[in-house]
């Protein structure tokens, strides 16, 4: 589903975000990244996302390589995987019911059908009586919910979560988590950057620990 | 937290691995009614997003509104500048002085052939006793021509060029012909004040030209400038929207309503702004006309210049902004 | 992470509670020196960051030097104009046929005591023989005069009316004053003209007064709108700046700075815009004034206009990012 | 120190961020500020930085009334806080050094002194050597640490602290708290908003939980 080959992210004025970086995930896997701050976590997600493209080396997903693929049809390849980011990236004048729309409004989905799938992914993450809100007007936490809804409203094949639950108290966190537990026992690919060890650990999937943008550790795989 | 809508999905299976991204995942009636949901939407949204921001919008469309008028009303200046001119070129008439030997009668059949000719709009035949008249009124010489115990002015006609035959040129060669008949003593240009009037107004028609192109530039400018910088603060939006796989087109289509709002709003403003300057010009124009005993009237925009004002704004408005998120699409593709 | 430097501050104790914050933790000197400091590089960065854009301020400076040539070009227009006018009006003479009994000397006499006249500039004596040889060339009647066998002719003076004196009403006061002269026979106005190209200046300028209103307008809205939307841009950084303890003032500065680069490059800009559309007129121009045998030039904007358009277009920046930061000073109040 | 005198704060579409709630923290204390998603610590904080205002109650803060403070004195009172964003707040266009430099300039400090400070601001949370970098070229617990240099590099008599270690790692989050720890021991009192229960309970200050806007537990104070 997802495979790095030998990839390495150089940022000109910064040196290398990842080295050499090797990796397959299976289709329908979750796993975990950990990693110190800076360690490369956030790049990895990205080049998943064609949000950055490698220095060297392919990226694989779907056994498409990224490298070779049209620029007209990355916002196709977008829609194939849901994202959460670490900074929440929402508009900020657009309601939460808009924020969360939005994946589906730009795939062209009719209105009608729209308000449903949005209502559900709110109601995964608790915030269905948020939904006339703006971003502003939301605590951290619950910005960081609509980012989680917004990612699963369009039932992608691949879920990224990039430190999903950074601004969420412990109870949430673990909801949060055993929510992506759900998607990926109806068969959704996940990878979930974060820095809660201790959920990681309690809920043993594969773990991939990054260091200086070096692959130390996988605990799952071959 | 309910997990009751989810179970609903419990059982999909992920796609199988595939070569390249599908393009749709709607069908294709479906996905028929959203595009023109879409549209609707968009153009709907944008208004209002406009509309919602009075001043802020009320402020670009004035100064798109400007720009635009002030093409739309040299236009106008010059349309009118050109009627004024027609006038004012036939009061620059040829006088022909037929030889002392021709009467009148004969005179009326010159006069007659004369009106044929291409270069020559109209024809008035100055009778001697008319002749003298004027003459005793230009001179004050009464007296002088009355011992003369007759009257020695010869029949004159006072020829009106055409409007092809208005330049130096022509005239010359105009006078040339006349001179030629040989009913002809000869024949005066009464040319000045048209050479005058001729440089005047390929002064201001200079002074046109410049403030034209400059205007015209202005024009671009403004709208230009305005939807950069609509752009430049949207650009979080536009990168979110890219980062949930929205496509060019549809990240471009706000903005380009957007734009063709502004411009559609300020060609509007436009054109009620030139109707109301040729309103307050009407009264000073009028009292040139009298001046000419003429019709003169300050022309208000037509139906088709209206129509290339509103569509060329729109137009302009909707280019604007495509060279505009143009530029700034390319900058969230990944490097 | 190390804590060298942190040791240094061991020991330092809390301030005793006060019931106002302090207005300055550093010495007045070292303020002042501060104070100093930041105008310069806040001048200086400003200007910077606005040449790091080349193309985008080359657009805003652009727009806002177009808006500000035109009302300095009509400005030049207006003044060249009222030069031609003043050049024209000049040629609209009145002519005065003395008494056939007055002879050249006698008529030599009058016109020296025409000049002392406040309502005439210019006195022009005709004599008999260049009246019969102008009579000659308009009529072409020489071979009717000849049988005159005389020249029935009276001395004609040209009187050139003085600036003041252009009025019709004015004219018509002259034109009794001169026919009441016993040595006078009758004044003949040679007005038409005269009052056609007033009507027409009439009209310019009632176009030009109208498209000066609302190209100030448009200077206000340009230069406005790009300060109001380059601050929308700026939102964020004013709303962190107010976070983190900066005054009004401090934050309002660079934005100053920058409207007031603006304006400053957008007059350089538009002068030499206005410096360019005369020199391109210079030659229609020169080709009018041969037809007058004048000395008419094309004059550029002098000095005072050269400081005022500089200086006027700096304010004009300040004044409006001033009204579009305080606008958005207030929406990061605490409500 | 800080004190809270039956404060509400009322957001007019969504009802009681906080609810009648008083507190009392003196000079040169430190104290954690817990409670869930939505609970009302931002908002706590906000009241004291005057970012947001009481509907009802009063806050004192250094002993003066903020209800009453003249608008130009804002910014001299900001000046006395250095308080660290759940959402970074970085500006985008600056360099790191220039970012953490801005409370010291808007002071109107002369920049010969600006740059020791700010040096040693950056040196304490690890990121001396990225004072180049512009925020977006930051990993997002390098940007949560600009932020926390720039609370700091004013040398405030009170810091506040939203969230500071969501985006880091554990062993990061324990430096951050040990320096937390460092400034109490100087006399700056502090306000440490944060969901990571596990630091604050094996560091045992003063710990105040809020629950849906109300102060339900506090372990310390009087
Ligand atoms: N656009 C960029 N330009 C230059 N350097 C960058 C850029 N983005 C990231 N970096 C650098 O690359 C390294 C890895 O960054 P990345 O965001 O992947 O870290 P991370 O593992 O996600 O860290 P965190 O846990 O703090 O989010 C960091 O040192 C960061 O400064
Ligand atoms: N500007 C606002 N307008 C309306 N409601 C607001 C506003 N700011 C916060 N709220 C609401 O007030 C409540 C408290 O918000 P606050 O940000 O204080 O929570 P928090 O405890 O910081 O949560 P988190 O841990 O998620 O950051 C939330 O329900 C939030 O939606
Ligand atoms: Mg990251
Ligand atoms: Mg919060």
Redesign the pocket.
């Known amino acids: 589903m997802i495979q790095f080959d030998h990839v390495t992210k150089r940022y000109p004025e910064r040196g290398d975000a990842l080295k050499d970086l090797s990796l397959r995930l299976t289709a329908g896997e979750m796993a975990f990244l950990t990693g110190h701050s800076g360690a490369g976590k956030s790049t990895l997600l990205k080049l998943i996302g064609l949000i950055e493209r490698p220095t060297r080396g392919q990226v694989l997903v779907n056994g498409r390589n990224l490298g070779s693929l049209p620029r007209r049809l990355i916002p196709y390849h977008r829609r194939e995987i849901g994202m959460i980011f670490q900074d929440h990236r929402l508009l900020p004048d657009r309601t939460v019911f808009d924020n969360v729309a939005l994946p589906l409004v730009a795939a062209g989905m009719p209105r009608r059908d729209i308000a449903r799938r949005v209502r559900a992914a709110l109601d995964q993450v608790g915030l269905l009586r948020?939904e006339r809100?703006r971003p502003?007007?939301?605590?951290?936490?619950?910005q960081q919910r609509v980012g989680i809804a917004r990612a699963v409203v369009g039932r992608p094949p691949i879920i990224l979560a990039d430190e999903p639950t950074g601004?969420?108290?412990p109870d949430l966190s673990r909801e949060i988590f055993t929510l992506f537990e759900r998607f990926h026992e109806v068969g959704v690919s996940l990878l979930i950057a974060t820095h809660n060890l201790e959920l990681v650990e309690e809920m043993s999937y594969r773990t991939l620990r990054l260091h200086a943008g070096r692959l130390v550790a996988d605990s799952g795989g071959w | 937290m309910t997990a009751s809508r989810h179970r609903q999905r419990r059982g999909r299976r992920p796609p199988p691995p595939r070569s390249r991204p599908q393009r749709r995942r709607v069908g294709l009636l479906q996905g028929l009614r959203g595009w023109f949901e879409q549209h609707r939407e968009t153009a709907h949204d944008t208004l209002a997003g406009l509309l919602a921001r009075p001043l802020a919008t009320g402020m670009t469309v004035a100064a798109i509104a400007i720009a635009l008028a002030l093409p739309a009303a040299l236009y106008l200046l010059l349309t009118n500048l050109e009627q004024i001119g027609g006038e004012w070129e036939r009061s620059a008439a040829v006088s022909l002085f037929l030889a002392p030997e021709v009467d009148e009668a004969r005179a009326a059949e010159i006069a007659a052939r004369l009106r044929q000719r291409a270069d020559i709009s109209t024809v008035e035949l100055i009778s001697r006793d008319q002749g003298l008249a004027e003459f005793r009124a230009y001179s004050g010489l009464g007296g002088a021509l009355d011992q003369l115990g007759g009257n020695p002015l010869p029949v004159v006609l006072a020829l009106y060029p055409s409007a092809q035959a208005q330049s130096p040129a022509a005239l010359a060669r105009l006078v040339a012909a006349l001179e030629a008949l040989p009913e002809g003593d000869f024949a005066r240009l009464d040319a000045q004040w048209a050479q005058r009037f001729r440089a005047i107004v390929q002064l201001l028609r200079q002074a046109a030209l410049l403030l034209g192109a400059m205007l015209s530039l202005a024009v671009l400018l403004v709208i230009g400038n305005t939807i950069r910088l609509e752009i430049e603060n949207r650009r979080t939006e536009i990168t979110i929207m890219d980062l949930v796989g929205a496509t060019g087109a549809f990240v471009r289509r706000p903005f380009l309503y957007s734009g063709a709002w502004y411009g559609l709003l300020g060609g509007v403003l436009a054109w009620l702004l030139v109707a109301l300057a040729g309103w307050l010009l009407q009264a000073p124009a009028a009292r040139l006309a009298q001046l000419y005993q003429s019709e003169l009237r300050i022309q208000g925009l037509d139906l088709q210049a209206s129509a290339l004002l509103l569509g060329g704004s729109a137009l302009l408005g909707i280019v604007g902004s495509w060279i505009a998120v143009g530029r700034h699409l390319s900058q969230v593709e990944p490097s």
């Open positions: 948020l809100a502003l007007a939301l605590s951290s936490g619950e601004n969420l108290d």
